[in-house]
Each structure stands twice: as structure tokens, then as C-alpha cells.
């Protein structure tokens, strides 16, 4: 598939490359015929999982690098400061230049139907969804998923009819995507660097939904409720559009009933363990119908669909202990998966979280407290600081001074005697964060076996 979008060249430089998204971004330009390469500043699974699709990765910045020197189109993430080498390289060799953000969207322009997923939380496993349905429905599509998903990995494609991706609502990039069908599945305090307050940022997410043909909003946010008249799907808002009722629970993985303006359709019965799933897959069902597939082919869809890695994954298990790890980082994210694993918890529970950015710790300082603080056996990890520099408010052990009854641990050798001695038949060891925590975890568990 030649691009329309890139005129110049087919040489591609992705600076960042190793990052989930723009890594499937990268394979999606290889699937497409693209020569493609480019650098990270550490190695890992995605930049290993690329030399699968022909693309040259390179560990450590060189601005004189040939590749880079050579490229005629150069992709960069957000993450990368603006001084960063590679870039002001490209700057100034005069390289065609995008953001991720601004070239996913670019690209998105080029296929037929577009589904973007927003929100504070859910993104990801409501990609994946749709995802499985398109799969289901037999239909040309390619998934750039911001995650590992059980079956498609972070991207898969099989055609070029439907797209199906996230809108993140950092630095506004949402704002970038125009999609046919627009998913908005909550809206939270997050990233709030980016905005001026709660209200630009709400700003940002109604300006979304009017850029798409038709958007889909969460009934059951306040929030979302504040965006406009658009189609609804909830649980507990009995005027929802699409709406969940007869909702029944076996060790958390749920089934329900879908109505669609209140005629019932079908019976949806998921794999997926937790209750946010209900609402991740009626905005699946709801995007999925407004093109037309018939209810039965979408709930097929969404029984296909079993995890998405570090959403509630169990790694392993030590002494008869399960260790389970989660991707939660936010106050609400963290409360929703401790009463998952409330109900599949037999013995003691062990917490270990990781905080993500030192702005946002200090932003929600208090909600993190609240949220912490009845956790009988808990233990902070130091701070995964992404693309910030240290700032002590935001940090973890600040958060563990707020919290006082708290354990801190720097390093993965502390979590190993902590728990060598503890954790018995039964008990759950919950990891908790967006960081490198789901590789201290698997570490761990090694170490003590």
C-alpha cells in the first residue's frame, strides 16, 4: 500500500521507536513497503519484536547515524525532549518531520473507517476489542493497539478498510484523530500539565467528538455527560443508548444483555476479568454497530477478546501465591482493580505500586492517600519518572510519608525479603503501575524461585 499522505521518499526514521505505539506504528509503514529503522534509548521487547518486520533498530542516540541522515520522513515521540540530538538533526538536514500524534493521524486519514478510543482509562482494552470484532465480522483491518493484546500483539492488520486506534488525551493529541466513530469512555484528572484546568480539558475532548462523524459517550460520567448530545452506553443510566442489564459475575468475569435503545439484542459473555470491561465492551458494541454488523457477529467478537498484557495478568506464582500484574496508575484506575481482586483473593493481599510521573503523584496526592491508605500490606516502588526530571513532592517516598503505615523500596532486592518470609498459599501479590514495575515483577519472581 503506497501512502498517499508521504509523497516524499519511503525512507522512515523513527526517533523513540521502542515506545508501544510507535513501534506498531513503524510495523504498519514495514507492512506497507516503507524502509523503516530507528532508535531507543534502551533495548526491550518491542525493539526486539521489530527485526520480525525487516526494521533497524539502534540502542543510544547518533546524530550522525546513516539511517537518520538518509531518511526522508522522521517520526518522533513525545517523550523525547526537544533538544534531543537525532531531532534537532532532522531539523536541520531539513527532514520531513511528524509527531507521533500528527502522523498517526495522517495516516488514519488514508483509510476508509476509523475508530478512535479516548478517555482516561480503558483505551487500550477497548481498542483490542474492536479489534476482535472487525476480526469477527471478516473485514479489512488494521489495529495499532497501545498495548500487548493476547492475540494481535500491539498491531496486526490484515487490510486497509478499517482502522481501529487510541486517541490519547495527552498534550491534546486526540485532537489529531478524525474518526468516524469516536469513543469517549470517561473522563478523569490526568495529565493535567497539558490543560489550563478541567475545563480546557473537557474542551479538548467535546472538540474530538465534534470532529468525528458520530461519537459514543460513557452515560455514567458526569463528565462525558458534559460533552453534547451524542449516542450513549452505560450501566446504571437507565436512558443509555446502549445499555448493560442482567449483569451476572463468575470470579469477576462478567455477562450481560445488551439493549440497544431499549430492545434487547443478545447476551455478551466475557473472558475478561473486571467490571470496567462491561463498559469498555458496550463502547465497542455501540462503535462496532453504527457500521452496520449484526449483534451476533459483534458479541462473537468480544468472546474472542481474553486479556491485554499487565491489565490484571497473572505472571505466576510463588509458595502458592498468585502474582498478579496491573497496569493501574491512577487513583480510580487503582480502586476499580483492588475490588476485582478483593473478590478473587483468598488469603492476605500484597501491594506494591509504583508511581507514575512526579506530576501527576503531586497532582492527586490526596486522591492516591485515599485510595492507599486501607491497604493492610502495602509497599511503594520507587517513582517510574518517564520523560520528567525528579521533582521530591511528586516523588514515592513522599506519597509514603502521606501515607505513614507504608513500606519503600528502591530496589527489587528489598521486595524479595519483604516477601520471601510473608506470602503463603492463597495470598495474591497485586504489582500496581505504568512503569518498569511489570519487569521488577517478573525479576522478582524469578529471584525467588
Known amino acids: 500500500m503506497r501512502l498517499k499522505s508521504l ?23 514495514a507492512v506497507c513497503g516503507y524502509e523503516v ?40 515521540t513525545d517523550a523525547i ?45 477497548c481498542t483490542s476489542m474492536c479489534a476482535h470484532v472487525l476480526k469477527s465480522a471478516n473485514v479489512e483491518f488494521t489495529a495499532h493497539i497501545g498495548g500487548d493484546d493476547q492475540t494481535f500483539g500491539n498491531f496486526y492488520s490484515c487490510g486497509f478498510d478499517h ?17 468516524e466513530a469516536a469513543i469517549v469512555l470517561n473522563i478523569d484528572r490526568d495529565h493535567m500539565e497539558c490543560y489550563q484546568d478541567e475545563r480546557d480539558m473537557i474542551d479538548s475532548f467535546r472538540t474530538y467528538c465534534e ?35 442482567e449483569l451476572r459475575s463468575n470470579g469477576e468475569r462478567y455477562s450481560f444483555t445488551v439493549e ?14 473486571g467490571r470496567c470491561n462491561v463498559y469498555n465492551a458496550l463502547a465497542a458494541f455501540a462503535a462496532m454497530r453504527s457500521y452496520g ?37 491512577h487513583p480510580r484506575e487503582i480502586s ?51 520523560r520528567e526530571k525528579f521533582d521530591e513532592e511528586g516523588s514515592a517516598e513522599r506519597l509514603a510519608q502521606h501515607l505513614g503505615s507504608c513500606l519503600y523500596a528502591e530496589n527489587v532486592y528489598v521486595l524479595k525479603m519483604w516477601l520471601k518470609k510473608t506470602v503463603r498459599e492463597g495470598d495474591v501479590v497485586l504489582f500496581l503501575g505504568a512503569g518498569d514495575i511489570y519487569y521488577a515483577a517478573q525479576y522478582l519472581l524469578k529471584e525467588l524461585k
Do not use: W
Open 163 to 179: 482502522i481501529v486506534t487510541e486517541a490519547c488525551e495527552y498534550k491534546k493529541n486526540l485532537l489529531k484523530l478524525k474518526a
Open 7 to 29: 509523497k516524499k521518499g519511503k525512507k522512515i526514521y523513527f526517533i523513540g521507536i521502542g515506545g508501544v505505539s510507535m513501534s506498531a506504528l513503524a510495523k504498519l509503514l
Open 293 to 329: 454488523f449484526d449483534e451476533k457477529e459483534i458479541a462473537k467478537g468480544l468472546e474472542t477478546f481474553s486479556a491485554v498484557r499487565r491489565r490484571f495478568e497473572k505472571i505466576g506464582s510463588y509458595h502458592g501465591a498468585s502474582f498478579i500484574c496491573d497496569y493501574a496508575h
Open 260 to 273: 440497544e435503545y431499549g430492545k434487547a439484542l443478545c447476551r455478551v459473555r466475557l473472558k475478561a476479568i
Open 81 to 125: 525532549a526537544e533538544d534531543h540530538a537525532e531531532l534537532q538533526q532532522a531539523k536541520r538536514l531539513q527532514k520531513t518531520i511528524y509527531g507521533r500524534a500528527e502522523f498517526l493521524g495522517m495516516l488514519c486519514a488514508e483509510f476508509s473507517h476509523v475508530t478512535a478510543v479516548a478517555g482516561s482509562h480503558g483505551k487500550t482494552t
Open 336 to 386: 476499580s482493580t483492588l475490588a476485582t481482586v478483593a473478590s478473587v483473593c483468598r488469603g492476605e493481599l500484597y501491594v506494591v505500586f509504583q508511581p507514575h510521573t512526579y506530576s501527576r503523584t503531586k497532582l492527586l496526592l490526596g486522591d492516591f492517600v485515599n485510595v492507599l491508605r486501607p491497604i493492610k500490606n502495602l509497599m511503594l516502588y520507587k517513582t517510574y519518572p518517564a
Open 37 to 76: 529503522s530507528g532508535s531507543d534509548g534502551v533495548k526491550g521487547e518491542q525493539t526486539e519484536a521489530l527485526a520480525f518486520y525487516g526494521i533497524k533498530v539502534y540502542i543510544g542516540v547518533d546524530a550522525e547515524r546513516g539511517e537518520l541522515c538518509s531518511a526522508d520522513t522522521v517520526v518522533y
Open 211 to 245: 470532529q468525528a462523524k458520530t461519537a459514543f459517550i460513557c452515560a455514567d460520567d458526569e463528565k462525558c455527560l458534559r460533552l453534547g448530545e451524542y449516542a450513549t452506553f452505560g450501566i446504571k443510566n437507565v436512558l443509555s443508548d446502549y445499555r448493560a442489564t
